[in-house]
Structures are given as structure tokens and as C-alpha cells.
């Protein structure tokens, strides 16, 4: 049972896998309870460095694929990077110190950052949502929600963005009409990812966002020998 001190921050996410990778990176203590009653981890937390992020990684193989809940507690944690874990549910909504949030390509059909009013990055590529609000995360500078199932986006109050990648949902052309004339950022290059299907005619208005100052760029799906539809998703956030 993890015992949880005064001046801490409460994490938790519920898989299924049965090998989980995570990294961390702040200041203060951390630990990280697997939630299958064993190994409770320990440790002093460094702060975030682009070039060394692969090495702050703690990872954990179960004896089996069960359901389990896992718990990070942390003086400090800025950073928090769960992806390729099968997560079903992410809870954040205790750490308010949080910058970067990364839970690429897991199970989630929901994501609550209204709390997260500190956030930066947020990429949360790769799930099942079907809404995503960030209109509490006005510092936000990059967003990627690309390959979900959003039907709209409003970017109306995150007035610092740069990048956002939205490629590979259910955004049809008014929905990006609409999205793009929420983009009112005012800093300097501003770049946005939406993509189509093979074959799709496009009839979104490009300028509604070009005349704020965002260059956009469409990724398109393609088909392989094999009939299989992919998406080359470059990283921009």
C-alpha cells in the first residue's frame, strides 16, 4: 500500500498490459506503487533534458495481462510520459505541476487536463477520444490529439500554441472551418497537421487559419500491398 505524504501529487492509470514502461522527470521524491501488491519503486527525481528523457524511463513486467491500477506520488513530477501501455484511464487531475503529458497510442476514451492549468505539451496520439477539452491549458504550446476520434476541436483559448496536429480523426470540413477560426495565437510559427483519406476532396478553407499566421500541411493515408490504410504522422509537437 503506498503511503502518500503531505505535499505530494497523486497519479494513476489503470492497464491491462503486462509490461509497462513510464517516465518521469522533476524535482523532489517519487515513487511508483505497480499495484499488484510486490515492487513499490523508489527514487529521487531529475529534471527534464530533451537529450537524456530515454534514460528516465522505470518499467515493470507482470506475471500476467489482469487489470491493475498504478500509482505515481511525487513531490514535483513536470513530466509524464506513458505510452504503448494499454491504459484504459489516466488521472492527473492531482498534479497540478505537470507540463508535459505524453500517452501516446493506449485505450483512452476520455482525458480530464482542466486541472493541468500549467501544461505546456500535451500529445495524446493514438486513443479512442471523442472530445478533448483544453480550454483550461492557456499556456499550451503544442497539441498533438492526432489518430482519435474527434468530432470537434476548439482552440480558442490557448492563445500560445504553435503546433497542433490533428491528422487521422473524425474532423470533417466544417469542423475545420471551425477549428481553424478558433486559432487566434499570437506567437511567431504556427504549424498545423490535419490529414484525409486517400482520395478525399477538400473543401475546408485554408485561409480562415492562414490569415492568423499558420502554415498548414495535410497528411494523407495510404494503402500498402497488402490493403492495409497507414498514416506517416511526423512529429511536430
Given at each position: 500500500?503506498?503511503?502518500?505524504?503531505?505535499?505530494?501529487?497523486?497519479?494513476?492509470?489503470?492497464?491491462?498490459?503486462?509490461?509497462?514502461?513510464?517516465?518521469?522527470?522533476?524535482?523532489g521524491t517519487?515513487?511508483?506503487?505497480?499495484?499488484?501488491?510486490?515492487?513499490?519503486?523508489?527514487?529521487?527525481?531529475?529534471?527534464?533534458?530533451?537529450?537524456?528523457?530515454?534514460?528516465?524511463?522505470?518499467?515493470?513486467?507482470?506475471?500476467?495481462?489482469?487489470?491493475?491500477t498504478?500509482t505515481?506520488?511525487?513531490?514535483n513530477?513536470?513530466?509524464?510520459?506513458?505510452?504503448?501501455?494499454?491504459?484504459?484511464?489516466?488521472?492527473?487531475?492531482?498534479?497540478?505541476?505537470?507540463?508535459?503529458?505524453?500517452?501516446?497510442f493506449n485505450?483512452?476514451?476520455?482525458?480530464?487536463?482542466?486541472?493541468?492549468?500549467?501544461?505546456?505539451r500535451?500529445?495524446?496520439?493514438?486513443?479512442?477520444?471523442?472530445?478533448?477539452?483544453?480550454?483550461?491549458?492557456v499556456?499550451?504550446?503544442?497539441l498533438d490529439?492526432?489518430?482519435?476520434?474527434?468530432?470537434n476541436?476548439?482552440?480558442?483559448?490557448?492563445?500560445?500554441?504553435?503546433?497542433l496536429?490533428?491528422?487521422?480523426n473524425r474532423?470533417?470540413?466544417?469542423?475545420?472551418?471551425?477549428?481553424?477560426?478558433?486559432?487566434?495565437?499570437?506567437?511567431g510559427k504556427?504549424?498545423?497537421?490535419?490529414?484525409?483519406?486517400?482520395?478525399?476532396?477538400?473543401?475546408y478553407?485554408?485561409s480562415?487559419?492562414?490569415?492568423?499566421?499558420?502554415?498548414?500541411?495535410v497528411?494523407?493515408?495510404?494503402?500498402?500491398?497488402?490493403?492495409?490504410?497507414t498514416?506517416?504522422?511526423?512529429?511536430?509537437?
Amino acid at each position: 500500500m503506498t503511503t502518500i505524504c503531505k505535499g505530494t501529487s497523486v497519479m494513476t492509470m489503470t492497464t491491462s498490459s503486462d509490461n509497462v514502461k513510464i517516465r518521469l522527470a522533476g524535482s523532489g521524491t517519487f515513487t511508483i506503487d505497480w499495484g499488484d501488491g510486490s515492487q513499490i519503486v523508489k527514487g529521487t527525481l531529475k529534471e527534464y533534458k530533451k537529450r537524456w528523457w530515454h534514460k528516465r524511463e522505470y518499467s515493470y513486467s507482470y506475471a500476467n495481462n489482469s487489470s491493475r491500477t498504478i500509482t505515481i506520488t511525487g513531490e514535483n513530477v513536470t513530466h509524464l510520459s506513458s505510452n504503448g501501455n494499454s491504459l484504459t484511464s489516466l488521472d492527473v487531475s492531482k498534479n497540478t505541476a505537470l507540463t508535459y503529458l505524453e500517452c501516446r497510442f493506449n485505450k483512452l476514451t476520455s482525458l480530464d487536463v482542466s486541472k493541468n492549468t500549467k501544461l505546456l505539451r500535451l500529445i495524446c496520439q493514438g486513443n479512442e477520444l471523442t472530445s478533448l477539452d483544453v480550454s483550461k491549458n492557456v499556456l499550451l504550446t503544442g497539441l498533438d490529439c492526432s489518430m482519435n476520434s474527434l468530432k470537434n476541436l476548439d482552440m480558442s483559448h490557448n492563445t500560445s500554441l504553435t503546433r497542433l496536429s490533428c491528422a487521422g480523426n473524425r474532423l470533417n470540413n466544417a469542423a475545420l472551418n471551425n477549428l481553424f477560426g478558433t486559432l487566434n495565437s499570437t506567437a511567431g510559427k504556427k504549424i498545423i497537421l490535419t490529414g484525409r483519406h486517400f482520395g478525399e476532396e477538400v473543401n475546408y478553407d485554408e485561409s480562415i487559419a492562414m490569415k492568423n499566421g499558420w502554415e498548414i500541411r495535410v497528411i494523407e493515408t495510404k494503402k500498402s500491398k497488402d490493403g492495409r490504410v497507414t498514416y506517416f504522422m511526423p512529429d511536430i509537437v
